[in-house]
């Protein structure tokens, strides 16, 4: 169980354009979701809470509307890279975690495969 | 924000036993996570340590110190599958939830 999906693994889009990507709890019920976005041979640097139902918290330094997050349902949370630019290429990771507190008492993040944003 | 710090990068050969160090300075610490990561890939989860000593499991083990900050992991009977970069995250408390902050991440190399 804990089972959490990305959607696209991979993207390539033109400058100016828009993406978005899904993060998809398989198996459970998530009303907490992360994003976070890793640069080569950098850690991962969380972005954003994603909170089922209300407004996400964004992290210092990112930008809430360019980088738009709903979370609309407890298994679906969707980050929109608005007006893409090459600087925002990089791995997009999303994580989950299980609102039932079956796993660490609901402390464990359960981590989708990521997606690949190449902007040209 | 949170301090992590680990090595950059640690080299050992098969067999070998391998151990990466953690500091970190933290408040509202709720638990500390050591994944491993191969290139392109998402993290996964290799150990939880939430109260002082030591956690083992299978070839992986980790201990954690919270008066000192500090916590290890240590890799036993090294495979060359092992080589990825290990990554130390710290669990904190703010507002009403839970969240993690990553350490920059050691490489470790496998070599014959």
């Known amino acids: 169980g804990a089972v959490v999906s990305q959607h696209p693994s991979r993207v390539i889009c033109k400058s100016g354009t828009s993406v978005k990507i899904e993060c998809r709890s398989l198996d459970f019920q998530a009303t907490t979701m992360f994003w976070y976005r890793q640069f080569p041979k950098k850690s991962l640097m969380l972005m954003a809470t994603?909170?089922?139902?209300?407004?996400?918290?964004?992290e210092q330094g990112v930008e809430k509307d360019k980088f738009l997050i709903n979370h609309a349902s407890l298994t679906l949370s969707t980050l929109t890279v608005t007006s893409a630019h090459p600087e925002d290429s990089s791995f997009y990771i999303c994580?989950?975690?299980?609102?039932?507190?079956?796993?660490?008492?609901?402390?464990?993040?359960?981590f989708g495969p990521g997606t690949r944003l190449t902007v040209l | 924000g949170q301090n992590i710090d680990q090595p950059t990068e640690m080299t050992a050969t098969e067999g070998a036993i391998v151990q990466i160090n953690c500091t970190y300075q933290?408040?509202?610490?709720?638990?500390l996570f050591w994944y491993q990561q191969h290139a392109g890939e998402a993290p996964t989860f290799l150990s939880y340590n939430v109260l002082d000593g030591l956690e083992e499991k299978g070839r992986f083990s980790s201990f954690l110190s919270r008066s000192k900050g500090y916590s290890y992991l240590l890799l036993k009977e090294l495979q060359m599958k092992d080589s990825a970069s290990y990554l130390c995250a710290v669990s904190f408390i703010t507002d009403s939830w839970g969240k993690l902050q990553f350490g920059a991440g050691t490489q470790v190399v496998v070599t014959p």
């Open positions: 994580s989950a975690r299980d609102s039932s507190g079956r796993f660490l008492a609901g402390n464990e993040q359960f």
């Open positions: 933290t408040s509202g610490f709720n638990g």
């Open positions: 994603s909170n089922e139902g209300s407004k996400a918290t964004y």
